[in-house]
């Protein structure tokens, strides 16, 4: 085989994988799905969607309680592994939901420096973003941090259900740390990109939901890439399976929304970081998971839900929020 | 040519050929709610130089149409000038090929040819694998960019224009690596000679590409767009802190003889000194760009991800970008990674800005 062709091969095989996962798609909907996807395409420019996007009922400021969730989520879950507690209660006060604290994390030993600083970076950064979100409002609109179990027991229940090995501490070593960090970033990638179309009538807030998404998927490049690089060093830690199997997991959780590959939405669109081994060439990792169109994925706020609940069906509680997120926005998609 | 057949068997994959009409028919729908110019000047807390007059632009070189194109086209223009540039060296450092015709071929200004580049003979396997896998989605870019402009008008899609990525003497990397220090006034900065180079030359692009999306997104009136702009932004993101956690890796292993941290942080410095001074409303007043580290109680920590006060990734308005792949500070319509310019039907989109 030439160059070449191998060069063929280990192009085409990356689209191949990513196709895979619609074709795969394809089979689970029925015979209407493959053909009718064109046609279901020139539809939706003139009806609504099947399944309309819920953000389009909610106001911007919903929108910003929402994304705060999600940031004392990330931001407590980085400071337990740095510091080895919660956020201050200055930054988690509030006037509006229903107050709780952050329990369940403890510190990192780390041993690799490198993770360490990226720990420490990562921590600084979500805190910004929660401080940011909390500026945009009043002493006595300012959305309370809810309830949150960063405990073995929420990762192990996630571990769980990607069927990993059920017994989960993140905060056991550098690996776990990441795996942890891992089943967060991503998920803040596409929930703030779905969320960008609803705050397109507020330029600045805009701007500024670009401007943490960028950060989310910085943040996320580094945990894949981190991963990628100890996963490939010691295959037994079997790392990148894990990534693997989180991803599935994820997909499982938020449901099977209809193919929108303008918008970055599939019903199997969560990746792992498993190169394609099986091309003559060489690997083609997968740091940055994205549809054929070079895109990243969206996801609903009621899909974010069904991650962060680690549930598949229509519930206002649970996993990681064992009270439930506060603000307007707080129920999960029905299964799908 | 072989080099066309590569992308011919992108093409020819059957779903991906499904998919892409259904691409170019969504598309078409975004563009019947594409907004209007009115949307430049709302521009939210980008930091556009407004203190200072688009320059002048001068005629474009073709016979274009100048008028009745949306921002959102414009907007779209110009960043597919941005993916040409990245997959054309994306490509050429991965696989030693350049993109084929016809995804290069357009109505709107000159074609140019690309200038340079050769496959990188990596030493490390795995930052080959990323350069293969940056490469795939480069090129990704390029085509979906095409369709959704080819969506809204068929005669709107840009030739490529002219490009410049060689690695000589005469190279618009060794011109930018020269500004920056990396190498002295009469040196030579070849990015395909070494992984660390070409690790240089990636970090170049990629923050700019992360602020121009950031940027431009509150320019853009249409939400089909806009969605497809930010999920851009976010594959930009992903590359930029893969490329900068690459270097910052590479810089620890060889403290003494490695330039990646030292090289990463004067090109952050060079784009901060092109693209002028941003306005009194961000807390940042000059520093639109960060390197990988930065000094806390005298300590060297990373500093992968680039964000001001509030975790926020930084804007470039569309001039400014033209700052830095022009490598000129001043008002410009060409030059650097462009010698003849980027291609737009809107001429304002194709000058960077007066900023010294």
């Given at each position: 085989?030439?160059?070449s062709?191998?060069?063929i ?12 996962r619609?074709t795969?798609?394809t ?8 053909a009718?996807?064109l046609?279901n ?8 969607s ?10 911007e400021?919903d929108?910003?309680n ?7 989520l990330e931001?407590?879950?980085y400071?337990?592994a740095?510091?080895g ?14 107050a ?14 490198v993770?360490?600083?990226?720990a ?10 929660v401080?940011?979100?909390?500026n945009?409002?009043t ?7 809810p309830a ?6 929420a ?7 990607a069927?990993l090995?059920?017994s989960f501490d993140?905060y ?14 991503d998920?803040?990638?596409t929930a703030y ?8 009538n507020?330029?600045?807030?805009l701007?500024?939901a670009a401007?943490?998404?960028?950060v989310e998927a ?14 490939i060093?010691t295959?037994s830690l079997q790392?990148i399976e894990a990534?693997?199997?989180?991803s599935a997991?994820?997909?499982r ?6 193919v929108d590959?303008?918008?970055?939405i599939?019903?199997?669109?969560d990746?792992?970081i498993a190169p ?8 083609v ?6 549809n054929s169109n070079?895109i990243?994925f969206s ?5 974010v839900?069904n991650i ?11 996993g ?6 506060n603000g307007?926005?707080?129920?999960s998609?029905?299964?799908? | 040519?072989i ?19 259904r691409f170019?028919k969504?598309?078409?729908a975004?563009?019947a ?13 980008s930091?556009?130089?407004s203190?200072?007059?688009s320059?002048?632009?001068?005629p474009t ?6 008028s009745?194109?949306?921002?959102d ?5 110009l960043a597919?000038n941005l993916e ?20 290069t071929?357009g109505?709107?200004?000159a074609?140019?040819a690309?200038?340079?580049g050769?496959?990188v ?5 795995i ?7 940056i490469?795939?989605?480069e ?8 369709a959704v ?7 709107l899609?840009i030739?490529?224009p002219?490009?410049n990525i060689d ?6 990397f060794t ?6 220090g990396i ?7 070849d ?9 240089l ?5 990629e923050d ?5 999306y950031k940027?431009?997104?509150p ?11 930010a999920?851009?932004l ?16 590479l810089?620890?292993l ?11 942080n004067?090109i ?9 001074v ?11 760009d960060?390197g990988i580290t930065r ?16 975790g926020?990734?930084?804007?470039r308005?569309?001039?400014?970008v033209?700052n ?7 008002a410009?319509v060409?030059?650097g ?16 800005g007066?900023n010294?």
């Open positions: 085989m030439t160059d062709e191998q060069l091969e280990t192009l085409d095989a990356r689209v191949r994988r990513r196709d895979s619609r795969f798609f089979g689970v909907l029925g015979a209407a799905a493959g009718a996807v046609s395409a020139a539809q939706a420019q003139t009806t609504p099947p399944t309309p996007s819920p953000t389009a009922t909610f106001t400021a929108i910003l929402f994304a705060l969730n999600l940031e004392y931001a407590n879950y400071a337990f740095v510091t507690a919660a956020l201050a209660s200055a930054d988690t006060a509030g006037a509006f939901g229903t709780g604290t952050a329990t369940g994390g403890r510190a990192v030993t780390f041993k690799d420096p993770v360490q600083q990226y420490n970076e990562i921590y600084q950064d979500e805190l910004a973003h401080r940011f979100l909390r945009q409002f002493s006595t609109t300012v959305l309370a941090q949150i179990d960063l405990s073995t027991k990762f192990s229940a996630a571990a769980s259900a069927g090995p059920a993140p056991a070593s550098d690996e776990d740390f990441l795996l942890g960090a891992y089943l967060f970033e998920v803040g990638v990109k779905g969320a960008a179309p609803a705050l397109i507020n330029k600045l807030y701007e500024a401007g943490i998404l960028a910085y943040h996320a490049a580094i945990v894949r890439s981190v991963l990628y690089r100890k996963g060093a295959p790392l990534t693997t199997a989180i997991a994820r997909d959780l938020d449901g099977n929304p209809a590959l303008v918008r970055g599939a019903p199997s669109d990746q792992g394609n081994n099986t091309d003559p060439l060489a690997p990792s997968n740091i940055v998971p994205l070079g990243a996801r609903s706020p009621a899909q839900l962060v609940y680690l549930n598949g069906a229509a519930v206002s509680s649970g990681f929020f064992p009270a439930g997120v307007n926005i707080k129920t998609a029905a299964a799908s | 040519m080099k066309d057949s590569i992308f011919a068997a992108l093409e020819l994959a059957e779903v991906r050929r499904a998919e892409r009409r170019l969504l598309a078409g975004g563009a709610t594409a907004g209007g110019l009115a949307l430049l000047s709302a521009c939210g807390s930091d556009d130089n203190t200072s007059p320059p002048t632009p001068s070189p073709t016979a274009t149409p100048t009745g194109v949306s921002t086209i414009g907007i779209l223009q597919l040409y540039l990245e997959a054309q060296f994306y490509s050429a450092a991965a696989f030693g090929q350049a993109l084929p015709a016809a995804s071929t109505s709107v200004g074609l140019g690309v200038t340079g050769r496959k003979n990596f030493s490390d396997p930052i080959a694998s990323y350069a293969r896998e490469a795939g989605d090129i990704a870019h390029v085509n979906a960019l095409r402009i080819t969506a809204a008008g068929s005669t899609v030739n490529q002219a490009i690695g000589g003497a005469n190279g618009a011109q930018a690596a020269r500004a920056a190498v002295g006034a009469t040196g030579t900065f990015p395909y000679e070494s992984d660390e180079n070409f690790l030359a990636a970090f170049l692009f700019v590409g992360v602020t121009a940027g431009a997104s320019l853009i009136g249409s939400a089909i767009y806009l969605e497809a702009a999920a851009i976010a594959a930009e993101a992903y590359h930029a802190g893969l490329i900068r956690a690459e270097l910052y890796r810089g620890l060889s403290p003494t003889t490695s330039k990646a941290i030292t090289g990463a004067a952050s410095n060079a784009r901060d000194s092109l693209d002028g941003g306005t009194d409303k961000l807390p940042n007043l000059n520093e639109l960060e000094t806390v109680n005298g300590a060297q920590v990373a500093n992968i991800v680039p964000a001001d006060s509030n926020i990734a930084y804007s308005s569309p001039t400014q033209h830095i792949v022009y490598l000129n500070k001043a410009a060409s030059g990674f462009f010698p003849a310019g980027t291609n737009n039907s809107i001429d304002a989109l194709r000058s960077s007066a010294g």
